[in-house]
């Protein structure tokens, strides 16, 4: 029988995402915790624990069965239609950049994916989200120094919302960074 541990990251992710307004967007991990969220299983065939990743961060299908990869879902407070950084994402970020310069994490690639909420259009979100990732893999590479070439900026939009909204409903929770860790 197999035995399934929620690690700490996870569980505060919950909390994370249970909570609403300003009191969420205050709240993420730290450094440690991500670079505990991004880790890979082992590959002894135990398990350290069990990963949430939305659809999009799933092995692709040309190498077998979709297996979820290791992620981290973060509040990256950015102004409503604006890819520029706001101090608050700046210090969801230093934990980001700290976690990805860690020893543990070294080797790994990482997609930076961006998601809005409903608000606007679906071109326009795209663009938008787009925007908001690379601006997150920027401030990395280079105020952390993170390789650009280990760092995939991908703007997922309006797409894979994390709280099914209307369409033009503002919801914080859908406006979030999500890091994917790709493997070596």
């Known amino acids: 029988m197999r035995t399934t541990i929620l690690p700490a990251a996870v569980l505060f992710g919950a909390a994370l995402m ?27 065939g135990s398990s350290r624990g069990v990963r ?11 190498t077998g069965p979709a297996e979820a990869l290791p ?8 102004d409503s239609g604006s890819a520029d950084l706001t101090p608050a994402a700046i210090k969801t970020l230093n ?5 990805l310069t860690d020893p543990r994490l070294a080797g790994g690639k990482f997609r930076i994916e961006g998601h809005t909420d409903t608000v606007g259009t679906k071109d326009g979100n795209k663009a938008l989200s787009d925007a908001r990732a690379k601006a997150v893999a920027d401030y990395l590479a280079s105020t952390y120094r993170v390789d650009p070439s280990k760092l995939e900026p991908v703007g997922m939009g309006e ?26």
Do not use: H, M
């Open 18 to 44: 249970a909570t609403t307004g300003p009191a969420w967007a205050q709240v993420n991990p730290n450094a440690d915790q991500i670079v505990k969220s991004l880790s890979p299983l082992s590959t002894d």
């Open 52 to 62: 949430i990743a939305p659809p999009s961060a799933t092995a692709p299908a040309a």
């Open 71 to 78: 992620s981290a879902s973060l509040s990256v407070l950015f």
């Open 95 to 99: 934990e980001l950049g700290k976690a």
């Open 159 to 184: 797409d894979e919302l994390l709280v099914k909204t209307p369409a033009q409903t503002p919801e914080a929770r859908n406006r979030r960074v999500v890091v994917v860790n790709l493997g070596g």
